[in-house]
């Protein structure tokens, strides 16, 4: 059950009818998180159920200055703990003001990128003391886990290739996009590990397939393994 204390999780007890899942999307660049997102959050409403999708960093109006910046490199120089502080603020106003009130609702949230990102960018690719991690992990979600988290999985060459046909003429990649094919391939083995290690939470889409193939993969895994009604 998600609560602002240390003791639940989202994923402790997601039969309860009266709270909403929660459900994370995660992966390397280019993906389908976006696509994707919106497209399970409209399959949910269909099947009768209230839904919204949102993202990190962002989703909350003070959030969405912090991804500004975080995207921007603003704060590159302060280096990778310091982002990841930056991340987690942004993550506990998120969780604060939309995600936690939405679950408490009914409300099913879909949220594109959340925790694992920060395991992966931060903490595999920025090389961050494991011990810092987990417990910024601990302090900023407080318990708030997602019920299930779908990791969209592609080779990392076809990922930052589809991100750059999707970047508007002219535009320069962003903070992340412009790193080596070597930390998209990095990128790509951490979420996997995560995937592994937590298998209970996390299911692995062939992110290759076609946008329909791919939704309905990601349709089947939350229906097998979520309360939706009439699966
Ligand atoms: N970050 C971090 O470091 N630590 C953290 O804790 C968090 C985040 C939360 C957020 O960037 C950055 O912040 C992110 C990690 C870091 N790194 N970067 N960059 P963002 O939100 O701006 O971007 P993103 O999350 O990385 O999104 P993306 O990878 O660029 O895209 P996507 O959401 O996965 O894919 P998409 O926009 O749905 O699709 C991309 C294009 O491919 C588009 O033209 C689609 O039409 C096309 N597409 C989608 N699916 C398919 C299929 N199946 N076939 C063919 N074409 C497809």
């Given at each position: ?5 240390d003791?639940?999780?989202?994923a402790?007890?997601?039969g ?29 409403r ?32 302060l ?16 969780l ?5 009130p ?27 003391d ?13 318990g ?10 592609l080779?990392a ?7 750059a ?6 535009a ?8 080596s ?23 692995v ?11 309905q ?15």
């Amino acid at each position: 059950m998600i609560s602002g204390s240390d003791t639940g999780s989202a994923a402790s007890d997601p039969g309860n009818s009266t709270r909403g899942c929660f459900i994370t999307v995660e992966g390397g660049e280019g993906g389908g998180k976006s696509t994707q997102s919106k497209a399970l959050v409209a399959r949910l409403r269909a099947a009768g159920l209230q839904a919204i999708a949102t993202r990190e960093p962002g989703g909350s109006p003070s959030a969405e200055k912090i991804r500004e910046v975080l995207l921007a490199g603003t704060f590159q120089t302060l280096g990778t703990k310091a982002e990841a502080l930056l991340f987690a603020a942004a993550r506990i106003d998120h969780l604060d003001l939309r995600i936690k009130p939405a679950l408490a609702a009914g409300t099913w949230v879909v949220c594109d990128r959340f925790h694992d990102s920060t395991r992966a960018y931060q903490g595999a690719l920025g090389s961050l003391d494991p011990g810092f991690l987990q417990t910024l992990e601990r302090v900023t979600l407080a318990g708030a886990k997602p019920d299930l988290t779908l990791i969209l999985d592609l080779p990392a060459k076809l990922g930052l290739t589809r991100a750059a046909m999707r970047r508007t003429a002219g535009a320069a990649p962003d903070r992340f996009e412009a790193e080596s094919l070597d930390f998209h391939q990095t990128l790509r083995q951490a979420f996997l590990a995560i995937a592994a290690s937590e298998p209970e939470r996390c299911v692995v889409v062939d992110a290759t397939q076609s946008p329909e193939d791919v939704e309905q993969a990601i349709w089947d895994a939350v229906s097998y393994r979520l309360p939706v009604p009439g699966a």
